[in-house]
Nanobody
Framework: QVQLVESGGGLVQTGGSLRLSCAAS????????MGWFRQAPGKEREFVAG????????DYADSVKGRFTISRDNAKNTVYLQMNSLKPEDTADYYC?????????????WGQGTQVTVSS
């Protein structure tokens, strides 16, 4: 199993940037596919970005392509989500996930989430 703890959320103005981090426990971190999801108030959780274990394969939701970048540091057991040019519609709780499927899923382990609020 792996435990995931997100950090880096907060309040930012439209056009600003944030970097989310997800620290994972366990010695097998490098074997997991990692992903970020988000859930806005009143909406279903949606895929944001995914990254293969070696970092060679990535996928992004159309709504964040060109603005968000997912990356990982296997030596630090950490995955990141760099979010630039933020928009009010990016406001959501952001969740880190780990799994053995594809970069789109399915994912087996989830963090508790970190809140991102983008003010207009």
């Amino acid at each position: 199993q792996v435990q995931l703890v997100e950090s880096g959320g907060g309040l930012v103005q439209t056009g600003g940037s944030l970097r989310l981090s997800c620290a994972a426990s366990g010695r097998t971190f490098r074997s997991y596919i990692m992903g970020w999801f988000r859930q806005a108030p009143g909406k279903e959780r949606e895929f944001v970005a995914g990254l293969s274990w070696g970092g060679y394969s990535t996928d992004y939701a159309d709504s964040v392509k060109g603005r968000f970048t997912i990356s990982r540091d296997n030596a630090k057991n950490t995955v990141y989500l760099q979010m630039n040019s933020l928009k009010p519609e990016d406001t959501a709780d952001y969740y880190c996930a780990a799994g053995y499927g594809t970069v789109r899923g399915p994912y087996d382990y989830w963090g508790q989430g970190t809140q991102v609020t983008v003010s207009s």
